[in-house]
C-alpha cells in the first residue's frame, strides 16, 4: 500500500495478487504503481520508496500536493 502523503490519500485498484500493484488517489485521482521492491512510481513522472508506514520520495520536489476534495474512484 502506498501510504498517505503531500495530502494524497491511494487506495489500491488492483486484483489481489495483481503485480505491480496499481494505486489511485480517491482525492484527485493521480495514478500511482507499487513495485514488489518496495519502489513507487507515479503518473506525473516522480519516484519514490515505500517504507513501513512511511514514503521517502526520490524527487519530493516534483510531486504535486494533492488538495482536493475526497472523490469518488480512479480517473
Keep these: 500500500m502506498i501510504p498517505d502523503f503531500k495530502g494524497h490519500h491511494f487506495v489500491e485498484t488492483s486484483k489481489p495478487n495483481e503485480f505491480p500493484i496499481r494505486h489511485h488517489c480517491e482525492r484527485c485521482g493521480m495514478k500511482g504503481v507499487l ?13 519514490a520508496v515505500v ?6 520520495q ?18
Excluded at 35 to 47: C, V
Excluded at 51 to 56: F, N, Y
Aim: contains cysteine; neutral net charge; hydrophobic residues 35%.
Design 35 to 47: 513495485w514488489p521492491d518496495g519502489s513507487a512510481e507515479f503518473a506525473d513522472g516522480t519516484t
Design 51 to 56: 517504507r513501513i508506514s512511511s514514503i521517502v
Design 58 to 75: 526520490l524527487n519530493i520536489g516534483l510531486t504535486p500536493i494533492c488538495n482536493l476534495p475526497v472523490r469518488n474512484g480512479p480517473r
